[in-house]
C-alpha cells in the first residue's frame, strides 16, 4: 500500500467512527456496550500457549534489562556510569548510535518459528514497538524503523510470513504508548535527546514521575494519542494479526476513547478477513468481556471464568537480551503453565534475542524441553477447559503480578478437562511406588464414580482406589516424560 492510499484509509476510519459516513453499520461501535458483544475465540483458549519476543536496539547495550534506553540518561544509575565508561558521554554517543550496531545478520524467521513450533507454542507475539520507540516493521510513520535503518529488512513482516507457514497464529505487541516519558529524563542532563534533529525519535520525552503502580506527570496529548492509534492501526491493516498485546500504560483514563476506537475498528476488520481475533491488556483498560485480561510475571489464584493470560519471561531480570541474565528452569516453565492451564489461563513466554538475530543456548533449551513433555501430555492442555476446581496440593500458588512461584511437588495436583475426560497432573514427578493421594477424587467429595485411569504416554497397567477420603494411585517405577505426570480419568456413565 501507498503512504497515500494508507493516510486515506486512515482519513476514511475517522470518518467511520465518527458517524460521519453511514452507508453500512458496522457490527461493533466505539463504546463500551457494544465491544461487550466479543467473545474470546476458540483458537486462543485452546492454544494455551505462545512465544513472545522482546528484540530491540537494546539487545546491543544488552546490559541490566530493556529499560536501558531510559536508564542510560538518568545520572548516578548503573546504566548511565555503565554508558559513560563503555561509550562515553550521552551527548557524543546517544541510544541512536546503537542503532548502526543492531545487524540482526543471523536471524533467520524460518528457523526461529521452527523452534518455537518444536516448543509446542501455537502462536506468536513479536514486539512491533518497544517503549524506545524503534519500529521493528515497515511503518510509513517514522522514519526510525528496522527496514530504514539497522537491520534494513521488515522483521515483523517476516515473522508473520514463517507463522503462517507454519500454521500458527500471528500477533503484535505494541508498547508505543510509553515512549509518552521514555526519554523525558535525557532532557535533565546534556545529551542527544536534547538534540531538535532526534526529536522525531526521543520526543516528546515529557516528565515522568512515579512507578508502573502509580505515574504522575502531564497528561497525555490528542497529537501523540493519534499518533498510537494510528500506528496501531497500520499495524492491523499491514499484518491482519490474530492477536494485539498492549503494554500497562494504555489505562491512563484520557486513553479511554482511543481504547474504544482501535477495538471496535480491529474486530470489524477482523469480520472482514472471515478471522476471530484478540486483544490483551493489563489492569483495568477494558472491561472484562470485551477483550483478554494478561498478568506480568503473575498468576490468578483461582478460576477466572473469562480466559485470561500470563506473560513471563525465561529470563529472570530482562525481557530482552543482557550478558549477565539468569534463566527459569524447564522445570519452572512447564509446572507453572500446567497451573496456569487449570484457571483458565494461557501463558506467553518471553525469549530476548541476541543483537545478531541468534537466540540463546538457556532459551533454546527450555524451548526444547518444553515442548518435549508437551509432546507426550499436550492432550492433557491443549484444548482443555477447567474442572470444578484448578486443583489441590500444599503449595501455595502465586497470585498477582511480578511474583515468583515457589517449586511445586508431587503431592500438587492440577486438574482439567475435555468432554467427559478428567486429566490430574502432578506438579513433580513422584517417587517411583509413590502412593498418589488426590482428595478431590474421594468418593465422598465427588459423586461420580471412576472406571479407568491411565497414565499419559504409557500403555502400563496402573493399581488405584477410589477411597471415600482420597482416590489413591501407585505410582509405576518409571515416567514417560519428565517434570511432571498427566493421568487421564474416565469415569462411569
Do not use: C
Not at 520526543?203 to 503502580?213: I, L, R
Amino acid at each position: 500500500m501507498t503512504h497515500r492510499r494508507f493516510f486515506l484509509a486512515i482519513y476514511i476510519f475517522f470518518l467511520l467512527i465518527s458517524g460521519q459516513i453511514k452507508a453500512q453499520q458496522p457490527k461493533y461501535q466505539a463504546t463500551w456496550e457494544s465491544l461487550e458483544q466479543y467473545k474470546i475465540p476458540d483458537w486462543f483458549r485452546d492454544a494455551k500457549f505462545g512465544i513472545f519476543i522482546h528484540w530491540g536496539i537494546y539487545s546491543v547495550p544488552a546490559y541490566q534489562n530493556e529499560w536501558y534506553p531510559r536508564n542510560m540518561y538518568i545520572k548516578d544509575s548503573k546504566e548511565y556510569k555503565h554508558h559513560m565508561e563503555t561509550y562515553g558521554p550521552q551527548n557524543k554517543f546517544g541510544y541512536k548510535d546503537f542503532i548502526p550496531m543492531f545487524t540482526a545478520q543471523y536471524f533467520d524467521a524460518d528457523k526461529w518459528v521452527d523452534l518455537f513450533k518444536k516448543a509446542g507454542a501455537k502462536y506468536i507475539v513479536p514486539v512491533a514497538e518497544h517503549h524506545d520507540g524503534f519500529a521493528m516493521y515497515n511503518t510509513a510513520l517514522s522514519r526510525w524503523n528496522a527496514v530504514q535503518m539497522g537491520p534494513k529488512k521488515d522483521i515483523i513482516g517476516e515473522l508473520e510470513k514463517a507463522s503462517r507457514k507454519a500454521n500458527l497464529h500471528f500477533g503484535v505487541s505494541s508498547h508505543r504508548i510509553e515512549h509518552w516519558w521514555f526519554f523525558g529524563e535525557g532532557k535533565s542532563l546534556d545529551s542527544d535527546v536534547k538534540d531538535s534533529a532526534y526529536s522525531d525519535f526521543y520526543g516528546p520525552a515529557t516528565p515522568f514521575d512515579g512507578t508502573k503502580a502509580g505515574v504522575k506527570g502531564p497528561p497525555l496529548t490528542a497529537q501523540f494519542m493519534n499518533d498510537w492509534l494510528l500506528r496501531d492501526v497500520e499495524l492491523v491493516n499491514l499484518y491482519h494479526p490474530d492477536l494485539v498485546w498492549f503494554d500497562w500504560w494504555i489505562d491512563q483514563t484520557e486513553m479511554e476513547p482511543y481504547r474504544k476506537s482501535f477495538a471496535a475498528f480491529y474486530y470489524n476488520q477482523a469480520i472482514k478477513w472471515n478471522k476471530e481475533v484478540v486483544i490483551n491488556y493489563k489492569h483495568e483498560a477494558y472491561p472484562g468481556h470485551t477483550a483478554v485480561l494478561d498478568l506480568e510475571r503473575g498468576k490468578l489464584p483461582g478460576i477466572r471464568e473469562e480466559a485470561w493470560q500470563t506473560d513471563d519471561a525465561i529470563g529472570n531480570n530482562s525481557w530482552g537480551f543482557t550478558n549477565d541474565n539468569s534463566f527459569k528452569s524447564v522445570q519452572y516453565v512447564i509446572t507453572n503453565l500446567i497451573d496456569i492451564v487449570s484457571k483458565n489461563g494461557n501463558l506467553l513466554l518471553n525469549i530476548g534475542p541476541r543483537s545478531d538475530g541468534t537466540i540463546t543456548e538457556e532459551e533454546t533449551n527450555v524451548l526444547l524441553g518444553t515442548g518435549k513433555w508437551l509432546s507426550v501430555n499436550g492432550e492433557a492442555i491443549y484444548g482443555t477447559r477447567p474442572w470444578k476446581i484448578f486443583g489441590e496440593g500444599p503449595t501455595e500458588s502465586a497470585s498477582g503480578e511480578f511474583k515468583t512461584q515457589k517449586p511445586f511437588t508431587s503431592k500438587d495436583i492440577r486438574f482439567t478437562t475435555k468432554g467427559v475426560t478428567l486429566y490430574a497432573i502432578t506438579l513433580a514427578l513422584p517417587a517411583p511406588g509413590e502412593s498418589i493421594q488426590i482428595h478431590s477424587l474421594g468418593s465422598n467429595q465427588n459423586n461420580s464414580t471412576i472406571a479407568r485411569i491411565e497414565i499419559i504416554g504409557s500403555d502400563k497397567k496402573l493399581k488405584w482406589s477410589q477411597g471415600k477420603n482420597a482416590l489413591i494411585i501407585q505410582a509405576p517405577d518409571s515416567f514417560p516424560s519428565e517434570n511432571a505426570t498427566a493421568f487421564r480419568i474416565s469415569f462411569v456413565r
